[in-house]
Structure formats: C-alpha cells, structure tokens
C-alpha cells in the first residue's frame, strides 16, 4: 500500500473557496515574492509534533478485506482460471492439453472443485499471513513513518483574519499574507486534468476503524487543537520539487509559483516600512495585476479588515 501512495487518487471533498491564504513572516519577502517559491515540508518536520500519528485501529479492517474478497471474485472467475491455466500449459509445453481438461484432471486428482480449493487457499493466506501482516502495529508505524518522511505539504488556511494565525505565523502581525486564487491552474494538475490537487485537513481527536473508512480523517487529519488553522494542503513527493536548498541533513524543498496565481498580498498591521517596499519592489517587478492591502484590527468584531495600505 505505501508504495502506490498517490493523493491525487483520492476523492476530494468540496470544492476549496475562490481564495486561500498563507501568513508568512517577514523575512519570507525573499524566497517567497521576491523569489517566487513556496516551502513543501515533510510531514515529519511540520510544527505539529503529532502530524504524523496513529489515526486507525487497523490498517485492513472489514472495507480493505472486503475489496481483497472482491478482487479474489474477480482473479478466480472461470474465465480467467481457464487464462490462467492455459498459460501455464504453454509454459510448461503442454498447449495440446485443452485448459477444460487440465481443470477436470486435477479435480480429479484433489478430489473436489479446484477452482473452490484455489479460493480456499488464498482466502487463507490472507486471513492468517496477509491481514496479520498489514495490521501489525509495527507495520503500521512502519508505514505512518513512510509517508511522513516521503510527503511534502505545502498549506494554507481558509482565513486571512484569525488572529492565532497572524501570531504563530507571520511575526505577531508583522509579517504579511499571500493570497492565492484556487481556480489558477497551479492548483488543479491533478491526472486527469480536472479536479483541484487541494486537500482539506480534517481535525479529530480519535481513531477511524480504518483507512478506507475515512481517507481525509486517517491520512489527512489533524488533532482538534489545530482547528483553528482551517488548513488546506498541497502534497506532493521528492523529486517534484523544483529545487532543495540548505544543510543536507535538514533540506528545504522549494517549489515555483506562478505569479499570476497570487490575488493579493496583506501587510500585517505591524509590518515595518522597509518589509513593506520589498513587498511593493517586489509587486512591481513580479506580480503587476497583484493588489496590496493592510490587514486592519477590526476590534469590535475580534477580526481583521483589508484597507488601502
């Protein structure tokens, strides 16, 4: 399972709102709009010390072994059981042999159905080998570990105006937002061409059955603690980065945007004049159908305005 991981493949919920955004700090004026790239972070290395934790009970619970047994219906179909013999016929240079009579002889032999005995067989094998194996916990842990350290996320949040976000994100409100318009394509290069690559965080505190009961919630999810960051995420592996930068033991992925995905940038209320003309510098030589606006404390109704800056 971990080895065809793919994001892309799952369902996705809702469409993401028109415009979402990432609160950056001030000394992000560089990589970020004056070098038009964005930060992909491992799982692993997120601020979030839980990110990646145990989210399931088991790995193959009753959905993951009903697909095995569906899978098993369609592998040993009579058709294919015929296929299957009459290439191992030719294999063996016994292609005279008509499958039909192949079948019949080894009935014959077992002295019962032989396509009831394969089922039998491998319905065993993955009762006592196969779903042991996938729902050891250390296997589990094994796999957690895997996408923690493969995955690269790259998130933003449904707000601009959440006050915890401007503290823990971008400088206690001196640093600035970016935000990115949903319906660029930088957004939607998924494989078919269509549908959006973003992926909304689910928060929760327990544990699903199983994967395959809630994707979002056993692979994409946070604890409740988090909820106020209203996440979305961008993921992808490695070697789509387009450059990785720093010490080699601690690398940082980066990734280009287009700037015509950029709506407008925010200045935080306490952003200093000489980050806010990098910012403008920036806009001008970069981003010339980009806005800039000033988040404003709005303390009547504990949230932020955008203003003329």
């Not at 294999?91 to 396509?115: I, T």
């Not at 549908?195 to 505190?205: A, G, M």
Request: hydrophobic fraction near 35%; glycine fraction near 4%; charge should be negative.
């Amino acid at each position: 399972m971990a080895e065809t991981f793919d994001l892309d493949d799952f369902d996705n919920p809702p469409p993401p709102p028109r415009f979402l955004y990432k609160y950056l700090s001030a000394e992000r004026v560089g990589n970020v709009l004056e070098g038009g790239t964005v930060r992909f972070t491992p799982l692993m290395n997120t601020n979030d010390t839980f990110e990646v934790r145990s989210t399931f009970d088991q790995l193959a619970g009753p959905k993951f072994r009903k697909m095995l047994s569906e899978q098993m219906d369609v592998t040993l179909s009579e058709d294919s059981v015929k296929q299957m013999t009459a290439d191992l016929l030719k294999e063996h240079g016994l292609d005279f042999l008509p499958p039909e009579l192949a079948l019949k002889l080894a009935e014959q032999h077992f002295g019962q159905n032989f396509m009831d005995m394969l089922r039998t067989h491998m319905q065993t094998a993955v009762d006592t080998m196969l779903v042991p194996h996938f729902n050891d916990p250390k296997n589990i842990e094994s796999l957690l570990e895997k996408l923690g350290r493969e995955l690269l996320c790259f998130s933003l949040s449904e707000r601009m105006d959440v006050a915890p976000m401007w503290a823990h994100y971008a400088d206690n409100n001196g640093g600035f937002v970016v935000a990115f318009d949903t319906e660029h394509e930088w957004f939607q290069r998924r494989k078919d061409g269509k549908k959006t690559r973003l992926q909304k965080v689910t928060y929760f505190d327990g544990k699903v059955e199983e994967p395959l009961a809630n994707v979002q919630a056993a692979l994409i999810s946070k604890t409740t603690d988090w909820e106020y960051e209203r996440e979305w995420r961008l993921y992808v592996k490695e070697d789509q980065v387009d450059k990785t930068v720093g010490d080699p033991a601690d690398p940082i992925h980066l990734l280009d945007f287009p700037p015509d995905a950029v709506d407008r940038v925010i200045l935080g209320p306490k952003t200093r004049e000489e980050i806010a003309q990098r910012i403008r510098d920036a806009l001008a030589a970069r981003y010339p159908n980009t806005r800039l606006v000033r988040a404003i404390p709005n303390r009547a109704n504990h949230t932020y305005d955008e203003v003329e800056p």
